[in-house]
């Protein structure tokens, strides 16, 4: 049950008296409803004229407390009074407590959630980045709800059936031991048959269900493949592939099915035996009771009537608590999944100094390696300083560590060895939120959210001002687009963007980050996506603004990096070469091979 504590811990912070009340009030509307059944029991003792001496302790007390029992022989419409105030009293605890239960699990679901969430948002970029987005996707949604459900519809099935279980077994032990025994006969033994035989339901479900989930992405993969698909004209080999797809799932489904609907219809055998037991030997005890003249064997007529209704009232629920408690395997490997999750140190990103920082920055002897490659440097002894407003150009082959360098500045990641400084103080000391801050990352691949473009604009800097928006997407060479849209900077750009075109999306991207005024910039390929005249007009207008950063340009093309006044080529994590691009046009090396190969293409 320790798994289980935190999570539930999550869930009932502050509706903890709730959560165990509405079990309370689940025991006094059941407690309500079986009076109320009771009171068929003492009608039809009273029509049969059952002497009051006859009757066990509690029919008669309940001939006491609703008037006694002369009153209640002679005026049976009494009785019609009673049930209905038992009905009344049942349905609206009933009714109150659905509300109430409703209420309580939607506030428990939206504090698991919110805690997830915030996980999620507050975990290391390394350990996210190691993660799959599937898996986290269903800890915080399917996991969510399967222990959701568990500690509220499910919890819910287990007390309802002990409690209707221990009030009718109460009642009809009070009433008659023998009738009880017989009413209970063949429960335990469907409870066992049905806690076993559902277990291998449960297993062709969870396979059918993973089955699904494949059939599912496989669908997902295509919606966000099909300008691969299209263009490879796949179309046939996707659609004769999606066919196996939807076999394995077919396959599973009638296998599960079948199970399923064995173990219902075979433990319906238990049910309405039992049914059928009560009966026979309620009739039975009801005729050595009526056959014997002075009454003292068997039992009354109300009683064989209370007997029955009670044992079709528990049989049923009986055979769903096996069912439930089958389900709390699964409610752990759920729990367990979220346990990760919540388990998972928080990034510390308010821990450190706040600097004001001007945008010198200086790199020492650093090395860098990647968690899942701890033994392969992605950087190797870099070093190098950059003077504030200065524009550095860092080019080098594909995986040769110039993202890493952007990472390692951003803090996404913290390097093994050697040393960066920003104004002369060690990176690590100062605070990541306020580093972050002042570090605009501008991505190769920019994320936009489905939402405005003024509202992605606005994402990193709420108060910002109209001009100030204009400033930036002027600057980014996007604002005429911005304006040529039917409805302007309240253009829709749909999910991941997909209204956009790739540079329009680069551009929108640049200038939200342009919007924070940051001293420090960093374009990791961002200019990748736009032609080379706006590239160009983009560096431009950075060079001119009226304020000026650091900015760290991570490219391939030669035209971007050459006006730049330092050149990093990264070669295998390592400095190749490092100066202007007078100095390193003429010197051999990659930069120069570059040189030549890219002058040709044009």
């Not at 509300?99 to 997830?116: C, E, F, N, P």
């Not at 709420?462 to 253009?491: C, L, R």
């Not at 924070?516 to 706006?534: G, H, K, R």
Request: proline residues 2%.
């Amino acid at each position: 049950m320790s798994k289980i504590t935190k999570a539930k811990n999550i869930m009932l912070e502050g509706v903890r008296f709730r959560y165990y009340f509405y079990y309370v009030l689940l025991f006094i509307s059941l407690l309500f409803y079986m009076l109320g059944t009771y009171t068929t029991k003492a009608l039809i003792d009273a029509i049969n004229k059952e002497s009051f001496e006859s009757m066990d302790f509690l029919e008669k007390a309940f001939f006491n407390v609703f008037g006694g029992y002369d009153l209640l022989t002679n005026n049976l419409w009494v009785f019609a009074i009673i049930l209905v105030i038992f009905a009344l009293l049942s349905g609206g605890t009933a009714a109150f407590r659905f509300v109430y239960r409703a209420k309580t699990s939607t506030q428990m679901g939206k504090q698991l959630q919110d805690a997830l969430f915030y996980k999620v948002e507050r975990l290391p970029y390394s350990q996210v980045k190691g993660m799959k987005n599937g898996d986290i996707l269903q800890t915080c949604t399917r996991d969510e709800d399967v222990f959701r459900r568990f500690l509220t519809d499910h919890m819910y099935s287990i007390f309802y059936s002990v409690f209707i279980v221990i009030i009718a077994v109460i009642i009809l032990f009070i009433t008659n031991v023998e009738i009880t025994l017989i009413t209970m006969a063949l429960m335990p033994i469907m409870f066992v048959y049905s806690f076993f035989l559902i277990k291998e339901v449960r297993r062709r479900y969870r396979a059918t269900d993973d089955s699904e989930g494949e059939m599912t992405a496989k669908v997902e993969e295509n919606l966000s493949a099909v300008r691969v698909v299209k263009a490879f004209n796949n179309e046939a080999y996707e659609i004769n592939n999606f066919e196996t797809y939807i076999d394995d799932y077919k396959k599973k489904f009638i296998h599960w099915r079948k199970m399923s609907a064995f173990f219902f219809s075979s433990s319906d055998i238990f049910i309405f035996g039992q049914i059928l037991l009560t009966t026979v030997f309620g009739f039975y005890l009801c005729y050595q009771r009526y056959a014997d003249p002075l009454h003292l064997a068997g039992i009354s007529v109300g009683t064989m009537v209370i007997a029955f209704t009670y044992a079709d009232t528990i049989v049923w629920p009986i055979r769903d608590l096996a069912t439930i408690l089958s389900n709390v395997a699964r409610a752990y490997a759920a729990v367990e999944r979220i346990n990760i999750l919540l388990d998972s140190p928080n990034e510390d990103i308010y821990t450190g100094e706040k600097p004001v920082i001007k945008g010198d920055i200086e790199f020492k002897h650093v090395s860098f390696a990647f968690p899942d490659e701890p033994d392969r440097n992605a950087i190797k002894d870099v070093s190098f300083s950059v003077k504030a407003g200065q524009t550095v150009a860092i080019m080098g082959k594909t995986g040769s560590g110039k993202s890493t360098l952007a990472y390692l500045l951003n803090r996404l990641y913290d390097y093994q060895s050697g040393e960066i400084d920003i104004d002369g103080m060690n990176i690590q000391k100062i605070e990541k939120a306020w580093l972050r801050k002042n570090i605009a990352l501008i991505l190769q691949e920019p994320f936009l959210f489905s939402k405005t473009i003024k509202d992605n604009l606005t994402i990193g800097k709420k108060d910002v001002t109209e001009d100030d928006i204009k400033k930036a997407t002027k600057i980014s060479q996007i604002h005429d687009s911005i304006n040529k849209f039917q409805f302007g900077y309240d253009t829709p750009v749909g999910e991941r963007g997909t209204t956009l075109s790739g540079g329009q999306k680069q551009r929108v991207a640049i200038a939200r980050s342009l919007i924070l005024n940051s001293p420090v910039l960093i374009f990791d390929d961002s200019l990748s996506a736009v032609d080379t005249e706006t590239d160009y007009n983009i560096r431009q207008a950075l060079k001119n603004r009226d304020t000026k950063s650091t900015t760290i340009i991570i490219t391939h093309r030669i035209a971007t990096a050459k006006d730049a006044d330092l050149i990093i080529v990264l070669n295998n994590g390592k400095i190749e070469a490092m100066g202007k691009h007078d100095d390193l046009v003429n010197k051999e090396g990659l930069y120069s091979r570059i040189y030549k190969i890219q002058t040709k293409m044009e």
